[in-house]
């Protein structure tokens, strides 16, 4: 197994620019979270998904939009990039709901100047 | 919402020490209360949990306790070595819920 894969590991955006995050797992999980990870800082959760079709807000979710239209992807989408968003983006994926242990992603660092 | 603090940000120890880091949550609901560490550059991966139904609960070198009353919880590492040294988070949440709530980490170096 693969596990959950992120691509890309980098990325450098200008002001205003649009771009796709993607993630995708091979463990069948139901479950699938985007996380961002600022400086010194926690991760918080930007949105989740229960399940294909479904997605719902997280705590941090302007700016950002998801879709599911399968289980295995969950893609994050910028679209209008702002230097606020410099951040590190970990998907991750879980059995269950977050009760059950989490897996993460390698992370695409991302960088808006 | 859930809010946990976590103490210290950072914790530098010698080899061999014991290290303690410790998380105050605010929502009694929560039940259920995850350790993730993260190498530096590298994905944060689960360490250890612990559920409310218990007080305490070991993995070799590692553990965590959990006060339900005061809403605090603790790891606990002993005999620390070098590839200890990582980021440690500790995180919140309940049975049913679809957000983890993380502390802000603490940066634990083990000095050889």
């Known amino acids: 197994n693969a596990g959950v894969t992120q691509t890309p590991k980098f990325r450098i955006l200008k002001i205003g620019q649009s771009m796709t995050l993607q993630c995708a797992q091979d463990?069948?999980?139901?479950?699938m979270y985007w996380y961002r990870q600022d400086p010194g800082m926690g991760l918080k959760l930007i949105y989740y998904s229960v399940g294909a079709g479904i997605t719902d807000k997280g705590e941090v979710p302007n700016g950002y939009n998801v879709s599911r239209s399968t289980t295995e992807d969950f893609p994050l989408r910028l679209e209008l990039a702002a230097p606020s968003q410099t951040s590190v983006y970990f998907c991750?994926?879980?059995?269950?709901?977050?009760?059950?242990?989490?897996?993460f992603g390698p992370g695409t660092r991302l960088t808006v100047t | 919402g859930e809010n946990v603090e976590q103490h210290p940000s950072t914790l530098s120890v010698q080899e061999g020490d014991s290290a303690v880091i410790k998380c105050t949550y605010s929502d009694s609901a929560s039940n259920y209360f995850p350790w993730y560490k993260q190498e530096l550059g590298k994905r944060p991966q689960l360490i250890i949990d612990i559920r409310s139904n218990v007080g305490e609960k070991k993995d070799q070198r590692i553990a965590v306790t959990l006060n339900k009353t005061a809403k605090h919880f603790s790891l606990h590492i002993t005999e620390t070595q070098p590839e200890d040294s990582a980021v440690y988070f500790c995180?919140?949440?309940?049975?049913?819920?679809?957000?983890?709530?993380f502390g802000t980490g603490t940066r634990l170096t083990v000095i050889p």
């Open positions: 991750a994926s879980s059995y269950r709901d977050s009760s059950y242990e989490q897996y």
């Open positions: 995180a919140a949440s309940q049975t049913g819920a679809n957000n983890l709530f």
């Open positions: 463990m069948n999980h139901n479950y």
